[in-house]
Each structure stands twice: as structure tokens, then as C-alpha cells.
T-cell receptor, first 114, second 112 residues
Framework: KAGVTQTPRYLIKTRGQQVTLSCSPI?????VSWYQQTPGQGLQFLFE???????NKGNFPGRFSGRQFSNSRSEMNVSTLELGDSALYLC?????????????FGPGTRLTVL | GNSVTQMEGPVTLSEEAFLTINCTYT??????LFWYVQYPGEGLQLLLK?????DKGSNKGFEATYRKETTSFHLEKGSVQVSDSAVYFC???????????FGTGTRLTVIP
């Protein structure tokens, strides 16, 4: 069974640009969550999608947005990039939006903003 | 609110030494508790979990017991190996929510 895949794995952008990251969950998983990992702030929850609807959102500015497609694949978008957006962005999928379901993480997309 | 406080690292141990990484939490309701491990250049892997008080999660020689009275979920291993070198994250998921709250991570280095 294939794991969670994220593309691209590495990305370099400049301030002011926008970026789109993609996540393909494990087959059959309907919930996708996104996390940002930085040395200073650690791992922080961005948002969760379930059945194409955003179900939960962390404390991030509106420049961070996402969506989920009917095949459960998800994208997140960051507009007007800032230096502080440099981070590893992790996607996690789970079977359903049930608290006991295990979340499986992808390898992440490392975004560098210059 | 929900938060996880984790032992600061880095931790350096000799092979076959005993490992403890402390983790305490604050949560509303009855959270599920997790330990995740991150190897260099990779995402997070679930190491073990416990979903209710007094549960013991275990995997690959690692253990952690959900202690409600002390709001703790300390990670232990009796004899570490070089291959255990990684960053370990304690996390909780509160009742009714699917997102995880993580500790700051503890980097473990095991030397031969």
C-alpha cells in the first residue's frame, strides 16, 4: 500500500511569490491535515480537510489556504511569501475524521523563501 | 487549552543505555497521546500511542504509559541502539478533534 506522497519535495521561492504544495493521501483515506515544521515554532497545525470541506483550522494568517478534491488529494497554497514561511510542510492522512484514527505522515515539502 | 511540554534535548547516550524522554500535557477532556519519531530527511512515523488512562503503548522496545494523575506520557527504552538516533515528538489529540498538538521534539543521538 503506497504511503502519503507530497510534491514537490523541495522548493525555492522568493519573497512575494506564491506557492502550491500537493499531497496525495493513502488510498481510501478521506481526511488530510497539513502541518508546518520550523526550528523556532516546532510543529504547528495548519488545517484539516475531510470530504472536500475544511473541518478545522489552526492559527495561521489568511495567506495560507488549502483545498481538497473529490479523490481526497489536497493542495495548500501560500500567497505573498515571507521569509518566515521557510519550513518543512507535512501532510498527514487518516481514514476518517475520528479522533482515534492514526495519522500517517508524508515525507514533507521543504520550502525555502529567499 | 491543549499543549505538550517535552524534555529539552539534545540527548546523547551510549549504545545499550536506558532512555527516558519526559512528556507532560495539558488538555481538555480525555486526549489520546502519541509518540512520533522523525529520522533525518523524513516525515513523522508513529512510534506508539495510548488512547485512555493507564494504557501502555509499546513498539520496537519503546514504551510509554498514559498517566492521567500526573498528566504524563514518558517514553522509555531499556537498551538503545545506534539506529534509534532520531528526533522524538510527544503529541496529543483532544477529544472530538483530529489535529495533533506536538511537543518541541527531543533529538536523540546514540553513540557506539
Amino acid at each position: 500500500k503506497a504511503g502519503v506522497t507530497q510534491t514537490p519535495r523541495y522548493l525555492i521561492k522568493t519573497r512575494g511569490q506564491q506557492v502550491t504544495l500537493s499531497c496525495s493521501p493513502i488510498s481510501g483515506h478521506r481526511s488530510v491535515s497539513w502541518y508546518q515544521q520550523t526550528p523556532g515554532q516546532g510543529l504547528q497545525f495548519l488545517f484539516e480537510y475531510f470530504s472536500e470541506t475544511q473541518r478545522n483550522k489552526g492559527n495561521f494568517p489568511g495567506r495560507f489556504s488549502g483545498r481538497q478534491f473529490s479523490n481526497s488529494r489536497s493542495e495548500m497554497n501560500v500567497s505573498t511569501l515571507e521569509l518566515g514561511d521557510s519550513a518543512l510542510y507535512l501532510c498527514a492522512s487518516s481514514l476518517a475524521q475520528v479522533a482515534y484514527n492514526e495519522q500517517f505522515f508524508g515525507p514533507g515539502t521543504r520550502l525555502t523563501v529567499l | 487549552g491543549n499543549s505538550v511540554t517535552q524534555m529539552e534535548g539534545p540527548v546523547t547516550l551510549s549504545e545499550e543505555a536506558f532512555l527516558t524522554i519526559n512528556c507532560t500535557y495539558t488538555a481538555t477532556g480525555y486526549p489520546s497521546l502519541f509518540w512520533y519519531v522523525q529520522y533525518p530527511g523524513e516525515g513523522l512515523q508513529l512510534l506508539l500511542k495510548a488512547t485512555k488512562a493507564d494504557d501502555k503503548g509499546s513498539n520496537k522496545g519503546f514504551e510509554a504509559t498514559y498517566r492521567k494523575e500526573t498528566t504524563s506520557f514518558h517514553l522509555e527504552k531499556g537498551s538503545v541502539q545506534v539506529s534509534d538516533s532520531a528526533v522524538y515528538f510527544c503529541a496529543l489529540r483532544s477529544t472530538g478533534a483530529n489535529n495533533l498538538f506536538f511537543g518541541t521534539g527531543t533529538r536523540l543521538t546514540v553513540i557506539p
